[in-house]
């Protein structure tokens, strides 16, 4: 079975201040791992998947394989990423199991 | 920019009544997948198609749930009939096998 949890409903930081989300997963095989991020009432959007290493919109996420943990981060909060995140989990096949989501508000 | 296309975007409608969303894949996309959306749960995957065959509907209601591919460029989600519980907002998502899905903006469902 594959598992996805996000301990935070509510993460809230100070514009300028680091940001940490975070996620573990339980998954028996090689898992892979995104960020979506969903702006207010908008779809959902696809921010990083860890296969591809990279960094939007100042955002990283690093897969911890010995620590099954996937955790977004940033240095600088803008008030623009508040906004919900999951973090989400592709085992076997094509489905996706997505976290309980953290709600980030950067507060100014 | 190619888009998942869901309609309607709202729905409100009184308990009972059937309510049918439809979801428009992106073109070549040959997987599909629905999903609902509550504070309470979160993302719950219900239904996920590939090329237009259901091969995970275990999240899904069978009581009052079908889903269903007709073609390749629609896929329907139906509730009949409809109850309150069913409150929230359903996204559809489309993609190919090892990329990343793609959603639609959602159809925000109020049974009164």
């Known amino acids: 079975a594959q598992r996805v949890t996000q301990p935070e409903k509510l993460l809230s930081v100070f514009k300028g201040a680091p940001v940490e989300l975070k996620c573990n997963y339980s998954?028996?095989?090689?898992?892979?791992l995104f960020w979506y991020v969903q702006y207010s009432r908008q779809r959902l959007q696809l921010l990083l998947r860890?296969?591809s290493r990279e960094s939007i919109k100042g955002f990283t996420a690093d897969l911890n394989k010995g620590e099954t943990s996937f955790h977004l981060k940033k240095p600088f909060a803008q008030e623009e990423d508040s906004a919900m995140y999951y973090c989400?989990?592709?085992?076997?096949?094509?489905?996706?199991?997505f976290g309980t989501g953290t709600q980030l508000k950067v507060e100014l | 920019d190619a888009r998942v296309t869901q309609t309607p975007r709202h729905k409100v409608t009184e308990m009972g009544q059937e309510v049918t969303m439809r979801c428009q894949p992106i073109?070549?996309?040959?997987?599909v997948f629905w999903y609902r959306q509550t504070m309470m749960q979160g993302l719950e995957l219900l239904a996920y198609?590939?090329?237009?065959?259901?091969?995970?509907d275990s999240g899904m209601p069978k009581d009052r749930f079908s889903a269903e591919m007709p073609d390749a460029t629609l896929a329907t989600l139906k509730i009949q009939p409809s109850e309150p519980r069913d409150s929230a907002v359903y996204f559809c998502?489309?993609?190919?096998?090892?990329?990343?899905?793609?959603f639609g903006d959602g159809t925000r469902l109020s049974i009164l």
């Open positions: 998502a489309s993609g190919l096998p090892r990329q990343p899905q793609h």
């Open positions: 998954y028996s095989g090689s898992p892979e």
């Open positions: 860890h296969i």
């Open positions: 989400a989990l592709r085992g076997g096949g094509n489905k996706l199991t």
């Open positions: 073109l070549g996309h040959n997987t």
């Open positions: 198609f590939r090329n237009r065959a259901p091969l995970d």
